[in-house]
């Protein structure tokens, strides 16, 4: 069990730009979580991926979001047309899907911190 | 909607102290799970604990216990002997029990401070 990755770990882009952060969940785990976290705050649900199907998204995410895990395995999360109010830490997690489901705590990776300048 | 607040946005104490830190939930639902994350400076959330909102019997796991109270719609967690190693910040957060989705709900957190 390796853990939860991301990467980058930080991210520094200009307002306007396009930025793509990566995930790989731990490899038996079949849900992949997106989470926003601002300074100060808990973490904000973003989606979630049941294998390779996104089934879930938060009004939090707007046109300008795009989330895949095209084979069920890693994801992808990519922001277009950055806006400044996009900084903010994307944490990612996983859990599996076999016993207790949605009571099965998530393992958080360590994040990608965003600043947009 | 389901909403979890942690009154407390900083505590300091000074090692060895016992320290209690507060989560009031609301939700509607009669199946809930409850949940106390760690975030240390890394910024990886450590899992703690879970509760089902069936299950009322406190819990305590080496100097950490937890007081899940349903009248109150509490779930408060206890530090005893407090190191400077606990120094964190602190969630509480709360998933629904329908559709599967671990959506969590976080509370705002409370950032603990453990002085030598």
């Known amino acids: 069990d390796t853990g939860v990755s991301q990467d980058p770990r930080h991210k520094i882009t200009k307002r306007g730009q396009n930025v793509t952060f990566r995930c790989d969940p731990i490899s038996e785990h079949n849900r992949l979580y997106w989470y926003r976290q601002t300074l100060g705050q808990g973490p904000e649900f973003l989606t979630y991926f049941q294998n390779e199907a996104q089934l879930e998204k938060s009004r939090l995410l707007s046109d300008r979001f795009s989330a895949e895990r095209p084979k069920g395995s890693f994801s992808t999360l990519e922001i277009q047309r950055t806006e400044q109010g996009d900084s903010a830490m994307y944490l990612c997690?996983?859990?599996?899907?076999?016993?207790?489901?949605?009571?099965?705590?998530?393992?958080f990776g360590n994040g990608t911190r965003l600043t947009v300048t | 909607a389901q909403k979890v607040t942690q009154a407390q946005t900083e505590i300091s104490v000074v090692e060895k102290e016992d320290v209690t830190l507060d989560c009031v939930y609301e939700?509607?639902?009669?199946?809930?799970?409850l949940f106390w994350y760690k975030q240390p400076p890394s910024g990886e959330l450590v899992f703690l604990i879970r509760r089902n909102s069936f299950d009322e019997q406190n819990e305590i796991s080496g100097r950490y216990s937890w007081n899940f109270q349903k009248s109150t719609s509490s779930f408060n967690f206890t530090i005893t002997a407090s190191q400077v190693v606990d120094s964190a910040v602190y969630f509480c957060a709360l998933s629904g029990a329908i559709q599967g989705a671990q959506k969590l709900v976080f509370g705002q957190g409370t950032r603990l401070t453990i002085n030598p």
């Open positions: 939700t509607r639902d009669t199946t809930y799970y």
């Open positions: 997690a996983s859990s599996p899907l076999k016993g207790q489901g949605f009571g099965s705590p998530l393992h």
